[in-house]
């Protein structure tokens, strides 16, 4: 099992910035790739960007390069840079581990975290 736990959601203006973080316990975190997703009200999840256990990143043409993800193995932690936020990032975002990296571009993981809200005023 892993345990993931994210933070750092809050409420920013339109134009600022966030970093959210999401912290994992249980079983290797290296063994995994983590990736990040959103989901707002009454939508599907979103993905956000994946990063692999090698460090390798990508993040859909949609996220218009606002969003980067980075990993701190020594921490057990995946954290996601958001800049430029705009109301239309409004969403639970979700943290997420998987064995297999490609599969997160296909919302398929192996472990979920509860979310953290983020909210974007105009």
């Known amino acids: 099992q892993v345990q993931l736990v994210e933070s750092g959601g809050g409420l920013v203006q339109a134009g600022g910035s966030l970093r959210l973080s999401c912290a994992a316990s249980?079983?290797?975190?290296?063994?995994?790739?983590m990736g990040w997703f959103r989901q707002a009200p009454g939508k599907r999840r979103e993905f956000v960007a994946a990063?692999?256990?090698?460090?390798?990143?990508y993040s859909p043409d949609s996220m218009e390069g606002r969003f980067t993800i980075s990993r701190d193995n020594a921490q057990n932690t995946v954290y996601l840079q958001m800049n430029s936020l705009k109301p239309e990032d409004t969403a639970i975002y979700y943290c997420?581990?998987?064995?297999?990296?490609?599969?997160?571009?296909?919302?398929?993981?192996?472990?979920w975290g509860q979310g953290t809200q983020v909210t974007v005023s105009s």
């Open positions: 249980g079983r290797t975190f290296t063994n995994y790739a």
């Open positions: 990063i692999s256990r090698s460090d390798s990143t």
């Open positions: 997420a581990a998987a064995r297999v990296y490609s599969s997160l571009r296909a919302k398929i993981a192996d472990y």
